[in-house]
């Protein structure tokens, strides 16, 4: 395990979330609209996202973006029309919905530029995050409220000074779709990373251990992404990164997973973005009932 230094704060208060991506598999969908806009339900994708950060204590956030991108930052405004609109007509519930999410956090946007990798999009936050540990957020990946992954992440990281990864068991011929964890000295749902893989062939995984769309570093990964070669489609790769360090911790710390085995609800895909919707509003209160017997007379005509 590495030792904290003394002279560094691994109390995260920042996070980043790259939401650059152009959303091809969902076209013509995502044209005109960023893929993070798409609604699950009532809200769109990037709005469970920043709610689960703010959750988690963490209140600055930083979002790379790209062009086209514009939507975001309108969703996180004040519409000032729209909120007299509503508080003319005394529609509370709406007006608080509208203005919830202008008031969730501090924003920022700065954009990624050229399109090389998870890990170039990263870079793009290093003076915003300056020398201090900070949270990385996928916007594909929804963690279900119900199930905190980001606390626990951010503790481990503050009681040991390694860099956090999630990770989570997913079926082998799966594996290939996302970078794969060696780990050892599995504890209580976390472990050591002792190697990872970019999206292996199943044969050749390590393990069935996929990593997920949730970070924790520190701000010394900055030095290692800038001199990390692309890698897999030419791009530079967070996991290539993230293999440097658990290989070199006395570079930037190790590398630590905590494996979740909560509900996380994958909305990159397009049957899994459908599924993601399904269970989301299946256990709300205000529609879950209706749609679960909707669901299941359904279900006998097919």
Known sequence: MSIPSENTDYKVTKAVVPVAGLGTRFLPATKAMPKEMLPIVDKPVIQYVVEEAVAAGLVDLLMITGRNKNALENHFDRVAELEQVLATKGDKQKLFKVQESSQLADIHYTRQGDPRGLGHAILRAKSHVGEHSFAVLLGDDIIDSRDPLLDQMLRLHEETGDNVIALMEVPRD???LYGCASVTDLNNGSAKVIDLV???EAAAAPSNLAVIGRY??????FDILEKTEPGRGGEIQLTDA??????????????????FDGRRYDTGDKLDFIKATLKIAIDREDIGPELRLWLKQYAETI
């Not at 924790?216 to 990964?221: D, P």
């Not at 993230?242 to 494996?259: C, F, M, S, T």
């Open 242 to 259: 993230l293999q440097y360090a658990a290989k070199h911790p006395e570079i930037a710390g190790g590398v630590r997973g905590v494996i």
């Open 216 to 221: 924790v570093l520190r701000h010394e990964m």
């Open 174 to 176: 799966q594996i290939s």
């Open 198 to 200: 970019e999206k292996p």
